[in-house]
């Protein structure tokens, strides 16, 4: 039977009454320290969740946290629910569409990827303009849920260009240094071969993890803005000098970890600003009429 929605989604806020998040965030692999920044309201388990898919990896807790960070009131995935887990497709769609139906806006994910450039190595930041599903999978095949979404959606600026503006905006200010490419989604759970990789380059690639894709596709079906920013943990199969592991995902992971916390926190505080001058403005433009 399908996982419902709905049914988290009325949990949550039976967990969390008045409380209403306007950004989601799905962390990844190594990356769930931005989770103890949070101001929390409330932490629940996946486990204790109705209708919610669980999380079986190693570094992902499997911890939905409400609360607010850089002042934005969000909804935390501290952990995430990845294809080659096995399992229904379609659950994958379940965390993002409980998180619309909670009130978000905008969708923020980060995931641990591999970087096809040297100079974009372990311990830097890529923000995600692009992705490439290599998968052949997607949670929303099947029957539409026309609650959400229409049967076919556009994925041309999947990765909002003004989200990503800001990103850049923010990371120049505070002298991180961010990179921008295109992520591409290999199905796992092994890594990649360096004859893929050298396939992957030629189709574009920038970076290659195992996730994100379904989230991004989900959130864009329901009407969500996506910004997504991959960790760089490691070189890619062919260039790395490192026998790639998912222990050295999780140890690299903390390389860039502090300056993904600075610059997820301080795009929420100015998000928080523009987003409050809107709401203004419109006031102000309603009341003139």
Do not use: W
Not at 57 to 74: A, F, T
């Amino acid at each position: 039977m399908a996982l419902d929605p709905y049914k988290a989604a009325e949990f949550i806020k039976n967990t969390a009454p008045g409380f209403t998040p306007r950004v989601g965030i799905i962390l990844g692999s190594g990356l769930g320290g931005l989770a103890e920044k949070i101001d929390a309201v409330v932490t629940i388990g996946f486990d204790d969740i109705p209708d919610f898919p669980r999380s079986t990896v190693e570094g992902h807790d499997g911890q939905l946290i409400l609360g607010r960070l850089g002042g934005m009131p969000v909804v935390c995935m501290k952990g995430r629910i990845h294809l080659y887990e096995g399992g229904n497709p379609e659950d994958l769609a379940v965390p993002v569409r409980t998180m619309k139906l909670l009130g978000i806006d905008i969708l923020l994910v980060t995931n641990a990827a591999g970087s096809f450039h040297e100079s974009a190595g372990p311990g830097s930041l890529m923000l995600i303009s692009d992705h490439i599903n290599l998968t052949g999978r997607n949670p929303l095949v099947g029957e539409n849920d026309d609650r959400f979404g229409p049967r076919f959606f556009p994925m041309t600026d999947a990765y909002d260009p003004t989200l990503r503006a800001h990103f850049k905006a923010i990371a120049e200010e505070l002298d991180i240094p961010l990179s921008e490419g295109v992520y591409l989604h290999y199905l796992g759970p092994n890594f990649e071969t360096p004859a893929e990789i050298r396939a992957f380059r030629v189709l574009g690639a920038d970076a290659v993890g195992m996730s994100t894709t379904p989230e991004v596709l989900v959130a864009r079906h329901c009407g969500l803005r996506v910004a997504a920013i991959s960790n760089i943990t490691n070189l890619v199969a062919g260039l790395s000098k490192t026998e790639l592991s998912h222990q050295q995902t999780l140890d690299c992971a903390k390389l860039a970890a502090e300056d993904l916390e600075k610059l997820v926190i301080i795009f929420l505080e100015t998000l928080k600003r523009e987003l409050l001058k809107a709401h203004l403005k419109e006031g102000a433009d309603g009341n003139g009429q």
